[in-house]
């Protein structure tokens, strides 16, 4: 099945520092990226969506120029998260669409966001 | 309501029970129907997509009702590596969004 791979797989950091998630769909070309986010014991709330070489789509209540979201090509997305603050510890997902592969997303393994 | 309702769980039954997810949905709409198994602090793993006549993968049955806009995920023969939590999904517009319910944590208990 597709591959689809994240780094960093855990980050700490210190309030007010930003920090980036590299998303990539290894074996096929992502034609629309996913972002999501996981609270403990919350299931996954979709930050945004992602096609190469546009703008991002944000879902209401998320701050675009806090998350930032580049999609420069269709084997990569980033999210920087700017400005981090403490409540922005969380799970962070990404996950890929390929025209090829119908309506299925592919997961990367998440980012485990810790934010001191 | 909830765009994707779900059994609010925890689920525990002994191995080889027989268990059953209830999942709705209120987008009438929705074109695509999926679901997902997640491990503590890991991505979600598709387990199966839904198809309208329901269909059949080993021990798991999906079954989906537009009418009721109902989805529903039988396992049989229930395996401690089964021990996970399942998320119903919905895809109300050809994989432009997903729509994750809030899952249903289940434990097979040996």
């Known amino acids: 099945g597709a591959v689809v791979s994240q780094h960093p797989s855990w980050v700490i950091c210190k309030s007010g520092t930003s920090v980036k998630i590299e998303c990539r769909s290894l074996d096929f070309q992502a034609t629309t990226m996913f972002w999501y986010r996981q609270f403990p014991k919350q299931s996954l709330m979709l930050m945004a969506t992602?096609?190469?070489?546009?703008?991002?789509?944000?879902e209401q209540g998320v701050e675009k120029d806090k998350f930032l979201i580049n999609h420069a090509s269709l084997t990569l997305s980033t999210l920087t998260v700017t400005s981090a603050h403490p409540e922005d510890s969380s799970f962070y997902i990404c996950?890929?669409?390929?025209?090829?592969?119908?309506?299925?997303?592919?997961f990367g393994p998440g980012t485990r966001l810790t934010v001191t | 309501r909830k765009e994707v309702e779900q059994d609010p769980g925890p689920f525990n039954v002994p191995e080889g029970a027989t268990v059953a997810f209830n999942c709705t949905y209120s987008?009438?709409?929705?074109?695509?129907f999926f679901w997902y198994r997640q491990d503590c602090r890991k991505e979600p793993k598709l387990l199966m997509s839904?198809?309208?006549s329901g269909n059949e993968d080993g021990r798991f049955t999906a079954q989906l009702n537009r009418a009721s806009q109902y989805i529903s995920l039988l396992i049989r023969d229930s395996k401690l590596s089964d021990s996970a939590t399942y998320l119903c999904?919905?895809?109300?517009?050809?994989?432009?969004?997903?729509?994750f319910g809030p899952g249903t944590r289940l434990s097979v208990l040996p």
């Open positions: 999904v919905v895809d109300p517009n050809y994989g432009q969004n997903f729509v």
């Open positions: 992602s096609n190469e070489g546009s703008k991002a789509t944000y």
């Open positions: 839904v198809y309208s």
């Open positions: 996950s890929a669409r390929s025209l090829l592969a119908g309506d299925e997303q592919y």
């Open positions: 987008n009438s709409a929705s074109q695509s």
